[in-house]
């Protein structure tokens, strides 16, 4: 167990049950604690790969990474929950996210090409 789930485990079992639904919302707590989230030392080893140079955190092949790596997880989240229709609508919009970045590229070396040739 990673020690952020130890500590939000230990603020569940420090707080009073407001409502006689406290030991479902513990249940949910535990099952949906970091499991859509990209860890930061994966985070950082998708961004050393994808950089153009060493302090580039946010160009466009970076931001297409990350977002394949969190479209990833996703499928593999809905191949095990395939009812979870709020997480497919999210996986959608990822993929569109990434189309997007990818036509911006595609735009920027047909520009690229253009000026070489002229």
């Known amino acids: 167990m990673s020690s952020p789930i130890k500590t939000t485990l230990l603020i569940i079992k420090l707080r009073p049950p ?8 513990l249940f949910l707590d535990l099952c949906y604690t970091n499991s859509t989230m990209i860890s930061t030392k994966k985070k950082e080893a998708i961004i ?12 466009t ?15 593999d989240h809905l191949k095990k929950n395939p009812k979870d ?19 911006y590229i595609d735009a920027q070396k047909r520009k690229a090409e253009l000026k070489a040739t002229a």
């Open 61 to 75: 092949e970076v931001q297409i990474s990350l977002i394949t790596e969190r479209i990833e997880e996703l499928a």
């Open 48 to 59: 050393k790969k994808a950089q153009k140079h060493d302090k580039d955190t946010g160009s």
């Open 18 to 25: 407001a409502t006689r639904w406290w030991p479902i919302a």
């Open 85 to 103: 229709f709020h997480s497919r609508r999210g996986l959608l919009k990822l993929v569109s996210d990434r189309r997007a970045h990818q036509r």
